[in-house]
């Protein structure tokens, strides 16, 4: 047994069943171990590293297990960054295993020799080591996938390429040689007593109560839904939270922040207490005012409690169990008059959603082309968004049920990560249907190549829907629109416009079916071909740039601003001025400010 050959055994035995990788010199031992290992765990090729690593995020986001992707030395492993580090802001258990030059030529300036414990230390800052020597692999491997597992955190694996190729050894029980065991508990900690009497009284002592969770309360759903009945408070999410509460609860108000709804907004501007619940959300402006609210924060890092907001308490632990301690010392709110109001206005945001999905555009709205899949979503969707406007429209108007699952790059807010997460849930859940909401800039990065990747493993998955929606605008949206509201400046067409590409017809190239939408009594029966084709399916949905991601907090002035600067020198002026207003009103006048 070489050391290659042990590395896939231990992979094997701690469950890992697929490694997203590409092959390179640099781990060809690796590769001649995985033929002798007949593929087990399975190889899954991607057309390039960081996809490799993108897929194993959403791989690990989909499944709850730790996502383990693999690259040869030098350019391999240095492409492998973008997505370790999206694994690294959005707290995702990923291991990377990397190959590099042999120790003989370590130094020597030689053919693809980086200095990778350099270059992974701040990545993989929680674990990187390099393999020198047979014995120190078990325990190396070991601490890798525990401590990503526990921590939360990318940890590396770096393995010369003579290294992988030796007999062997397993640790002997002699002096500095470091045996190693497999497997970790389920732990879950919890605050101290006097702690969660403390947090009791501070929330039970307020009358306009706000909670905000992220994806450290996907676990914890009942417990939330009971403290916020309890306390008669209203319920915000974080992007990376969205999934985690559904919003078929009348009481949950959507998302937060930029890409936010109108009532979350309203309700951190007026509460007078706040308990954040696993969420690290960036944006204190969306939180509220410092001598406003009365706060408590529960999180299971101690790292990231204190964070964003003056808390008066910090609760080091998991949210479910904290809760479940929390709840019988919570009095239950008689008085429904907040929560009342919180209702009336998520309900209203609905309807304000349902009338900027019916503007006009030219050729498609692409609020409509999100807001008409709203209703289409099956009960056990997986959706991943990506960057861009299109995190906007995903943000706020598709509505999760229970059951369903959706997530993006959350921290490192990355391009080109939804089509590689949509193929990385399709090996963690092969069962369920998946679909990517994807901008046309993020669909040239790298979209289009790792259509190729679906083409050539969706005949393993017993449900082959993997739709990836590509809202062409042939504009990088969101930086046109950031540009002209916070900048005053015009679109700068030599940085923002950007080819039309026949996306479904490069996919039908591939084996796979598509259809391009420019009609808006085309989307729904689109959207529902998709979602019964026998095989990946790519929409084209040739939408309007002059449709503003408009954030519900946007001010008049704001949009005077953005409209000024369309005045100045946008090509299409009158159309983005014409939507920007359209798309404001819905949200001020009574039925939407008719003509």
Known sequence: MKVAD?????????????????????????????????????????RHEEMSAFQAVGYAKFSGRTGVCAATSGPGAIHLLNGLYDAKLDHVPVVAVVGQTDRSAMGGSYQQEVDLLSLYKDVASDYCEMVTVPEQLPNVLDRAMRIAATRRAPTALIIPADVQELDYEPPSHVFKQVPSSLGVGHYAPVPAAEDLARAADILNAGE?????????????????????????????????????????????????????TRPSYEMMRDCDTLLVIGSSFPYTQFLPEFDQARAVQIDIEPAMVGLRYPFELNLVGDAA??????????????????????????????????????????PLNPEYVVHALDGLLPDDVIIAA??????????????????????????????????????????????????????????????????????????????????????????LNQVTWEMRALQGAPQFEPSQSIPDVPYADVAAQFGLDGERVETAGTVTPAWRRALAADRPYVIDFRTDPAVPPIPPHASWEQIKAAATSVLRGDSDRAAVVRQGLRAKLQEYLPGGGGS
């Open 208 to 260: 306009r109560p706000a909670i905000l969770i992220g994806q450290g309360a996907r676990h914890a759903r009942a417990e939330v839904e009971q403290v916020a009945d309890l306390l008669g408070a209203g319920v915000a999410k974080a992007l990376l939270g969205k999934d985690a509460l559904p919003d078929t609860l009348p009481y949950v108000t959507g998302a937060i922040g930029l890409l936010g």
């Open 6 to 46: 042990y590395l896939l055994q231990r992979l094997r035995e701690w469950q890992v069943e697929h490694v997203f990788a590409y092959p390179g010199d640099g781990i060809n031992g690796l590769l001649a171990a995985w033929g002798r290992a007949e593929d087990r765990p399975r190889f899954i090729q991607a």
């Open 321 to 362: 169990q904290t809760l479940q301690r929390l709840v019988p010392l919570l009095d239950r709110r008689t008085d429904g008059t907040w929560r009342e109001a919180i209702e009336k206005g998520t309900a209203r945001w609905w309807e304000v959603m349902e009338r900027r999905a019916e503007v006009p555009a030219e």
């Open 386 to 475: 990506d960057s861009g406007s299109a995190a906007n429209w995903y943000a706020r108007h598709l509505r999760m049920r229970e059951g369903m699952r959706g997530s993006l790059s959350g921290t490192l807010a990355t391009m080109g990560s939804a089509v590689p997460y949509a193929i990385g849930a399709k090996f963690a859940h092969p069962d369920r249907p998946a679909i990517a909401l994807v901008g046309d800039g993020a669909m040239q990065m790298n979209g289009l190549a790792e259509l190729l990747t679906a083409a050539k493993y969706f005949h393993r998955w017993s449900d082959p829907r993997l739709v990836v929606a590509v809202l062409n605008n042939q504009d």
